[in-house]
């Protein structure tokens, strides 16, 4: 599903990833885990295409192919969905409206007809009940003024309405309370399949009770430090990052998480 | 980041999808102004002597007025002289029917979409198409008739009803009004004219479409549009242009007349040709919009998305004299390329308790400048009146511009007024964001711009609404990334 070799990318000219080496298969659910600024983020941004970061050493293969070549929009089209750290807000434009063109530049990619307004409602009514959202949040305009929560599980709407082969999760969890954290957990999980993998982003062992883990990686300083299986999660819980090495003496697993 | 840039450059670049010529033989009269022109468009129509005496009182008042240079617009300098003031399709008998219309100019129509034919005009739209000064077809007459409304060009109601015309005509905008105002009265050719009869709701929405054709024939429309007591009525204006390459000037006048509770809904969904990519020909729209809320509890709302011209001045106002009379203001100006734009409105609150609300988009694209100038004036005698100004400009890439003008002149201490402002950019992280989801550039500041301007979009009728976004998303494919 997705190789990456020997990535180095930078953010205007500094670099924060420093030889990334990772291979997912289909089926597979991988999580990061790791300390801020250790390059969790960028590397979820860098999956995606976002033009800010700049890819300076190494290649990244999708489904066999060299990611480098597409551009976000066909990346997306391609299977593969970012769930934002910090979702956008689009003011005065309809949630339902938003969600409808993303459904349908999807399917005009794959050769199928375009959904009609009618025909979205009945197919988002499903995946709207699934993940316990407000049908308002529909008729709101993109994320605006909708609250942590609500923006989140609209992450998770739009993921399952997607359906992508790639799924990155790019600390989801985060600021969620335990319920919302359950429904999220939900959508992920109604949409494992041998067929798609995900990525997840977290601090907390937390979300990986309910989605469990295939691998478990650590990233530190730019680099994967160490990979384990979902054990491995529970592990950082208990002993924080000090025992990997002296240069996370400091850290914590969702310490300083802002 | 530099591939948004480049983007922006190409996109910026898109020529005017709608710019065709249709040929057909016009009778133009040859260029420039004196009084024998005046009296010869006033002869071509057989107008009443009162209406050559107000046309040549206008003429003689324009000759001593100077262009008015305080508008944030650059351009050369207009040649009056150069101007054809008349131009009539050759085909001046009477027509029955649309069978009757040149098939070309009907192509024309289809090309813009217009639905002037039964099949293709929308439900419960009534269209006086004016195409270049002459009206050549009207539908829906005799259904609006027998309510009483009266909806026809505004030649042919000065013989029908001269003395309705003559009650009302420059009673809003006195032809002393400004520059070009007194130029539309000397030579305006042609126009609409409504009257609403007392405690008629107006069923139909009423519908014009203009289009620019002759080449170098200045366009001096007028429209009149009166509504007695207790009634209501929804007027449409819309238009695309073909392409040309010299200057157009227009310079329309459209006075709206509010009696005792009556209601005006004036909307405008306006697409003349802005000009090629080095800012070349293009229409200089100097247009003076006023209504009047003459009646008590009286109701004008002027709704407006502007997307063409390569000049727009343009100020539709709202003179509030009855008690607890409202006027509003919906706007959304979208300027790209070189286009300039100068616009905005006057609410002039002379009665008790009189209300009004302004708001105003503005979205600048390429390297057009665009101010919005707005006057809110309250009267001595505007006793607890009110005014909301909401001001919001949106900038795509950094070589446009955006200015705000807001004048506030308060003689009334019960008065409030309020203005808000903001301006903003299209943000990489929100096209980020669309393109995650699949959604192209295009689409995505389409989406942004559409969501920008939501609120005055709701204003519009709902086909009107529709088309306004279309536009407003081709004129963008020009503009934006």
């Avoid at chain 2, 809904?265 to 306006?270: D, G, L, P, R």
């Avoid at chain 2, 295009?442 to 519009?460: N, P, Y």
Wanted: hydrophobic share 35%; with cysteine.
């Amino acid at each position: 599903m997705l190789t990456i070799r020997n990535l180095h990318a930078a953010v205007e000219g500094k670099e924060i990833l420093k030889g990334i080496d990772l291979e997912i298969k289909p089926g597979e659910v991988h999580a990061i885990m790791g300390p801020n600024g250790s390059g969790k983020s960028t590397l979820s941004q860098v999956l995606a295409g976002n033009g800010n970061f700049e890819v300076t050493e190494g290649e990244i293969l999708y489904k066999g192919s060299d990611l480098g070549e597409l551009a976000v929009e066909e990346r997306a089209r391609e299977g593969i969905f970012l769930a934002f750290q910090y979702p956008v807000e689009i003011p005065g434009f309809s949630n339902a409206e938003f969600l409808r063109a993303a459904v349908n530049a999807h399917r005009k990619h794959r050769g199928e007809s375009e959904l009609d307004a009618f025909d979205f409602a009945d197919f988002a009514k499903r995946k709207i009940e699934l993940l316990d959202l407000d049908p308002k949040l529909m008729t709101r305009s993109v994320n605006a003024g909708f609250s942590g929560g609500e923006k989140k599980r609209n992450e998770c709407l739009q993921m399952t309405l997607l359906e992508p082969t790639f799924a990155i999760l790019d600390e989801t969890d985060s600021g969620l309370d335990i319920d919302a954290l359950k429904i999220v957990a939900k959508g992920v999980n109604s949409l494992r399949a041998p067929d798609r993998s995900f990525l997840i982003i977290t601090h907390y062992q937390r979300l990986l009770e309910y989605v469990v883990p295939d691998y478990v990686h650590v990233l530190a300083a730019g680099r994967i430090v160490k990979s384990g299986g979902k054990e491995l999660a529970l592990e950082l819980e208990d002993k924080g990052y000090g025992w990997l090495g002296a240069e996370f003496a400091e850290a914590v697993p969702g310490g300083g998480e802002g | 980041m530099s591939d948004e840039k480049q983007m922006l450059e190409d996109l910026s670049q898109q020529d005017y999808k709608w710019g065709f010529v249709t040929a057909i033989d016009a009778d133009t009269v040859p260029p420039g102004l004196n009084e024998d022109v005046i009296r010869f468009i006033s002869a071509q129509k057989n107008e009443p002597e009162w209406l050559l005496a107000f046309r040549l009182k206008a003429y003689a008042h324009w000759l001593t007025l100077e262009e008015p240079t305080w508008q944030k617009v650059t351009f050369p300098p207009v040649d009056y002289q150069a101007i054809s003031y008349y131009s009539a399709p050759k085909q001046q008998k009477k027509l029955d029917s649309l069978d009757e219309v040149d098939p070309e100019l009907l192509d024309t129509y289809e090309k813009l979409g217009i639905p002037l034919t039964e099949q293709k005009r929308l439900a419960g739209v009534a269209v006086d198409a004016v195409f270049d000064s002459v009206s050549v077809a009207t539908t829906h007459q005799d259904k609006l008739a027998a309510m009483g409304v009266i909806f026809m060009p505004i030649s042919e109601a000065v013989q029908k009803h001269p003395d309705l015309v003559r009650k009302y005509l420059g009673k809003v905008v006195p032809y002393t009004d400004n520059y070009y105002a007194a130029l539309n009265s000397a030579v305006f050719t042609d126009g609409s004219f409504v009257y609403i009869p007392k405690g008629l709701k107006c069923p139909l929405e009423l519908s014009t479409y203009f289009r620019i054709n002759a080449e170098n024939t200045g366009q001096f429309e007028r429209t009149l549009i009166v509504a007695d007591d207790a009634s209501y009525v929804s007027y449409l204006e819309g238009c695309t242009a073909p392409k040309r390459d010299e200057n157009q000037l227009h310079a329309a006048v459209v006075e709206l007349f509010a009696h005792d509770d009556a209601s005006i809904k004036y909307s405008t969904v306006q697409n003349w040709y802005p000009g090629d990519k080095d800012g070349k020909g293009g229409i200089y729209n100097f247009v003076t919009k006023r209504g009047l809320c003459a009646g008590d509890r009286s109701h004008i709302s002027w709704t407006q998305v502007e997307t063409g011209s390569a000049i727009t001045w343009k100020y539709p106002s709202c003179v509030l004299k009855g008690d607890d009379s409202v006027g509003e203001f919906y706007s959304v100006a979208l300027t790209t390329k070189h286009q300039q734009a100068d616009t905005g409105t006057k609410m002039i609150h002379l009665g008790k308790r009189t209300r009004s609300t302004i708001v105003s988009k503005g979205i600048s694209a390429g390297k057009a400048d665009q101010t919005y100038r707005g006057l809110v004036k309250m009267g001595k005698g505007a006793e607890s009146a009110r005014n909301f100004t909401q001001c919001d400009s949106m900038l795509l890439g950094d070589r446009c511009g955006a200015h705000t003008f807001p004048y506030i002149e308060s003689q009334n201490a019960s008065a409030q007024v309020e203005h808000e402002a903001t301006t903003t950019r299209i943000g990489d992280d929100q096209i980020f964001y669309c393109n995650q989801r699949g959604i192209e550039t295009e689409d995505a500041v389409s989406m942004i711009v559409g969501g920008f301007c939501r609120e005055v979009f709701k204003e519009l009728p709902m086909e009107f609404a529709v088309e306004a976004q279309k536009l407003l998303s081709v004129s963008l494919e020009g503009s934006v990334g």
